[in-house]
């Protein structure tokens, strides 16, 4: 067992902190299936190893698979990317063994379990513990990859997408080129799984948390990944004022808040970056040429107020300062509107602050 997971375990004896830090499960399923997939009329993706899946619950498998220690952001430039992301592609589509696997966490994500439920579920499924108070001894691929989940926020998640999106264009030129509609699914799910992490961006917990600074400037690292938790949930659920390239402004909700009214124009737009990108594909199929723009791109959140700057919005708890290069920490925590921050804090003391915080509020930080 890793480092992290060791203390993770030790540390969330007291804590019971949830590891789920995206779009709910449930969200980018629904998401996805909204989607109209032009030359096909298969609702469901034939992938390599048998799995039958539709393109929503692609995207939601993004959750799910990938190579642990192995972040498709890091790769050094957008070759080494696209080959990274076919490793976690492939970790779906190649493995005889995914077929049971998939189909059950599909079962389960489909019943929408509880935020309560869903750590201890999604490790199970994922080959770890399923139950115990000890369950994070024995930790699941789920946990292994959130270890260093950072294709799933800010700048990071649009690099995993475009070397996805650039890798889906690819098979369709070639499914174009023979005429292959069945090629041409096998573009589409390579799509659907990029696109996870284009739907990742569309969350306002996902848009300023330093998720690699965190754990990169606390020690032990494990603590500023809990810590980039708080930050995510608190941001979520209060929303950010966002714009996009296109001059669109609104306000951007997070996890679990997918379907709520208030966020009815960030799903909108979210939905038609959705469908531009599975255009691209078909679009790609047809011309037997791949688009060199992602007009998708043009829709996508942007905080509105970054780092110290702004007061529409919350306060953040933390954020990094380029200049001075410092880890900057919100100091009243329990204020988001408190617009103080020290560069003069611990790490241990601020998440055991937080477990207070959420305690005496009775939130329950997922």
Not at 111 to 117: G, L, R, S
Not at 214 to 243: A, R, W, Y
Request: glycine share 8%; with cysteine; charged share 20%.
């Amino acid at each position: 067992m890793s480092r992290y997971c060791l203390l993770i375990a030790l540390f969330s004896v007291h804590l019971h902190a949830d590891y789920h830090a995206r779009f709910e499960s449930f969200e980018h399923a629904f998401a996805g299936d909204a989607i109209t997939l032009q030359g096909t009329s298969e609702k469901r993706l034939h992938l390599q190893n048998g799995l039958v899946l539709t393109f929503g619950e692609i995207i939601a498998m993004g959750d799910f698979y990938g190579v642990p220690g192995a972040p498709i952001s890091q790769g050094s430039d957008l070759e080494q990317r696209k080959a990274l992301f076919m490793e976690a592609f492939n970790s779906l589509v190649n493995i005889p063994e995914s077929v049971d696997e998939a189909t059950r966490i599909v079962t389960a994500i489909h019943n929408n379990p509880t935020a309560e439920d869903q750590s201890v579920l999604w490790n199970c499924l994922t080959g770890g513990a399923c139950s115990g108070s000890f369950w994070w001894l024995t930790p699941g691929r789920y946990l292994l990859l959130a270890e260093t989940d950072y294709d799933h926020f800010g700048d990071n998640a649009l690099k995993a997408y475009v070397a996805g999106h650039s890798l889906a264009l690819e098979a369709a030129v070639e499914a174009g080129k023979a005429q292959d509609t069945q090629a041409l699914e096998r573009a589409y799910a390579i799509n659907a799984f990029a696109n996870h992490f284009l739907t990742d961006h569309f969350s306002s917990g996902h848009l300023r948390l330093p998720r690699v600074e965190l754990p990169n400037q606390v020690t032990p690292g494990v603590v500023g990944s809990l810590l980039g938790h708080f930050m995510h949930n608190e941001e979520c659920m209060h929303g950010l004022h966002v714009h996009n390239a296109q001059g669109d402004h609104w306000v951007a909700y997070g996890d679990g808040h997918y379907l709520d009214p208030e966020n009815h124009k960030n799903l909108t737009l979210m939905q038609q970056a959705l469908q531009m990108s599975a255009n691209d594909v078909y679009e790609a199929f047809v011309a037997k040429q791949a688009p060199t723009i992602y007009h998708e791109l043009d829709l996508i959140p942007e905080a509105d107020e970054i780092g110290p700057n702004g007061s529409l919005d919350i306060a953040p708890m933390f954020y990094w300062d380029p200049t001075t290069e410092q880890l900057m920490r919100r100091v009243d925590l329990k204020n988001p509107n408190d617009r103080h921050w020290t560069n003069n804090w611990v790490g241990w003391s601020t998440l055991a602050a937080l477990k207070v915080l959420a305690n005496s509020l009775g939130v329950k930080f997922k």
